[in-house]
């Protein structure tokens, strides 16, 4: 009998590719979703779509981080082996103008999560999306799992917390509980709302004329950039290590906003400086302005390491967009037609 694994967020860019990684690989797929007048699983439709009977060992029950009894009853019901945290009000900006819900989602949610698993009395191997956000002004470069943390945003705050509680838990209960801080780390499937998709995708409108400026705001944020399809694989390895622990993962290379910018215009044979604004809205009250990560630890126990590099991920991003824009409109040719 396979494994059974519980994903929050389970909608999400993470989440959908989390799902894939581990249907692959035999287990029974449970996510919970929270209840919204229109469905949120476009991410998963991958899944669906497919011809074999994966799908039918993926399962959806619907279930809120604010809303401890509705964690508990799943956490019975389903009795996972694996149980990872991925859910969050994770855009940082948006964190600024929501710090309550920010933190009730992000930091709370996490407690409320941990306490079902412990008042279940089961014993799931859990994992914490933790987040390179955490480090904030960072303290020394490159950053590492013993780097002080300094958090610039309320979703950095909520984040350390979840950090610390889930270190706390696996000390003072046993939990087999790790914390994976992930750095920035993109794919077609990121939100439209966050920096790299915000401009792949406006790369495709332009291209096709549909759309002439792209307003950003800070052009020189420099992140550490990976592909979150590898670095689900990440996740995946730390709950089958016989030891709990923290993990950076990351690709030790930094880039700046700018030269996303840059390499996503010029892939599409346009000039970047005909189009893009800055628009100081768009700016942080307080800014994080260099992430880079040492994964040397992961690499060593886990095996992992990124694979795909940092202007082949950009140009990946830009083509999906483009493909993405294309077989929309040709579906709303057919729907005018």
């Known amino acids: 009998m396979g494994k059974k694994a519980l994903i929050t967020g389970i909608t999400g860019q993470d989440g959908s590719y989390l799902a894939e990684l581990l249907l692959g690989k035999g287990y029974d797929v449970h996510g919970i979703i929270r209840r919204a007048s229109t469905f949120n699983t476009g991410r998963l439709e991958s899944i669906y779509a497919d011809p074999h009977e994966s799908n039918r060992r993926l399962f959806l029950h619907y279930g809120d981080l604010s809303d401890a009894s509705s964690l508990a009853g799943l956490m019975r019901k389903v009795q996972p082996d694996e149980v990872y945290n991925l859910a969050a009000q ?5 964190s600024f103008d929501a710090p309550e819900y920010t933190t009730d989602i992000t930091a709370t949610g996490t407690v409320r999560l941990l306490e079902a698993i412990r008042e279940s009395g089961l014993q799931p191997r859990f994992y914490q999306a933790s987040s ?8 020394e470069v490159p950053q ?6 300094y958090p610039r945003s309320p979703y950095g705050c909520a984040k350390v917390y979840s950090y610390f509680i889930t270190l706390n838990y696996r000390e003072s209960y046993g939990l087999h509980a790790s914390n994976g801080i992930l750095f920035n780390h993109e794919s077609p499937r990121r939100g439209e709302t966050f920096v790299t998709r915000k401009i792949t995708r406006a790369v495709a409108h332009i291209k096709a004329g549909l759309q002439d400026k792209l307003f950003l705001g800070n052009l020189e944020a420099k992140r550490d950039w990976g592909f979150a399809k590898e670095y689900v694989e990440a996740m995946w390895l730390m709950l089958q290590q016989e030891q709990a622990d923290d993990y950076v993962i990351a690709t030790n290379e930094t880039h700046s906003v700018r030269e996303f910018v840059e390499l996503a215009f010029s892939h599409a044979g346009l000039d970047w400086r005909k189009h893009v604004e ?8 307080a800014e994080v302005d260099l992430l880079i990560g040492d994964y040397r630890k992961a690499k060593k126990q886990l095996g992992w390491e990124p694979r795909t590099k940092f202007a082949d991920l950009t140009r990946l991003m830009v083509d999906a967009d483009i493909e993405l824009l294309r077989r929309h409109r040709q579906g709303e040719i057919r729907v005018q037609g």
């Open 144 to 149: 590492t799992e013993l780097t002080p943390f």
């Open 278 to 285: 800055i628009d100081p809205r768009y700016f942080r009250p």
């Open 132 to 139: 390179s956000e955490m480090y904030g002004m960072v303290r």
């Open 90 to 94: 994770s855009h940082v900006r948006v």
